[in-house]
């Protein structure tokens, strides 16, 4: 396979749903912007967006060819595989946004422990709650909307939100 058909795979797998995350974390962070505007916050929301949009697209990407992401695809009903992928990927998101605290955090320390405890003991809990639960919903609804798609046959799914319906003719229709 040649780098450039590799590369297109990639684009085309990651790029929809980087897209996906793009929205619904714009959506959310624009929301944490209107919130904050009161107090004379400012967020950055494009740029946020788009780098968590990145991450995340591609550790999903990567965890749905795991055991771990496809482990009840095919032997239970769709709300508990997508509620499992959603509790697993949000265990691992998680971890890889509170990894990438420490690393800034170690940069201005030069002490892993020291920034471990920094960047737990600086934790404010109700906006990671917020955070958790935000991301928990779009984790969520990516999950129970791939199940389905895979489910009815790939791009079925989309095919069906995203096309025009094909005109019947038939009884009862006109034309």
Avoid at 63 to 90: C, E, I, M, S
Wanted: net charge positive.
């Amino acid at each position: 396979m040649s780098l450039l058909i590799k590369l297109k795979h990639e684009a085309q797998e990651v790029g929809l749903v980087t897209l996906y995350f793009f929205f619904c974390f714009s959506v959310m962070l624009t929301l944490k912007k209107l919130l904050l505007a009161d107090y004379q916050v400012d967020v950055q929301v494009v740029s946020l967006a788009a780098v968590s949009a990145l991450i995340i697209a591609k550790v999903v990407v990567i965890l749905d060819h795991t055991a771990a992401g496809n482990r009840f695809d095919t032997r239970q009903p769709l709300w508990v595989a997508a509620l499992y992928k959603t509790l697993v990927y949000l265990g691992i998101a998680f971890m890889v946004f509170f990894l990438e605290k420490v690393f800034h955090a170690y940069r201005e320390t030069g002490l892993l422990n020291q920034a471990v405890s920094e960047v737990w003991a600086h934790k404010d809990w109700n906006l990671m709650l917020m955070k958790l639960l935000c991301v928990g919903l779009t984790f969520l609804a990516y999950h129970v909307y791939a199940g389905l798609d895979q489910r009815l046959g790939e791009g079925t799914l989309r095919r069906g939100i995203f096309e025009r319906p094909q005109p019947t003719h038939g009884p009862g229709c006109e034309g």
